[in-house]
Nanobody, 125 residues
């Protein structure tokens, strides 16, 4: 079992930055592929980024590539999402997710077994 807790959300003006964190409890964090997703009001949840358990280069959705960067710290059981140049359309609830030794289909939500409760990010224009 893995429990995930996101933090770092808040209200920011367009062009600003936020850093989200996702802390995981449980064992063998380094063997979990971690993902970030978001869900805007009235929209389906969408994939943002993933960090393969083998510590390969993070994988990003085209919508955030170049603005968002991520990292994982296995010693702290935590993944991070640095969000720069935020836009009003980035407003959403951001979720992290985890799956044991997932090595493909990073954007497939149904393939992640564990989810956090989400953290709200609001970008004002």
């Amino acid at each position: 079992q893995v429990q995930l807790v996101e933090s770092g959300g808040g209200l920011v003006q367009a062009g600003g930055s936020l850093r989200l964190s996702c802390a995981a409890s449980g064992r063998s964090f380094s063997s979990y592929t971690m993902g970030w997703f978001r869900q805007a009001p009235g929209k389906e949840r969408e994939f943002i980024a993933a960090y393969d358990w083998r510590a390969a280069t993070p994988y990003y959705a085209d919508s955030v590539k170049g603005r968002f960067t991520g990292s994982r710290d296995n010693a702290k059981n935590t993944v991070y999402l640095q969000m720069n140049s935020l836009k009003p359309e980035d407003t959403a609830v951001y979720y992290c997710a985890a799956e044991w030794r997932k090595y493909s289909n990073y954007a497939s939500q149904k393939e992640y077994s564990y989810w956090g409760q989400g953290t709200q990010v609001t970008v004002s224009s």
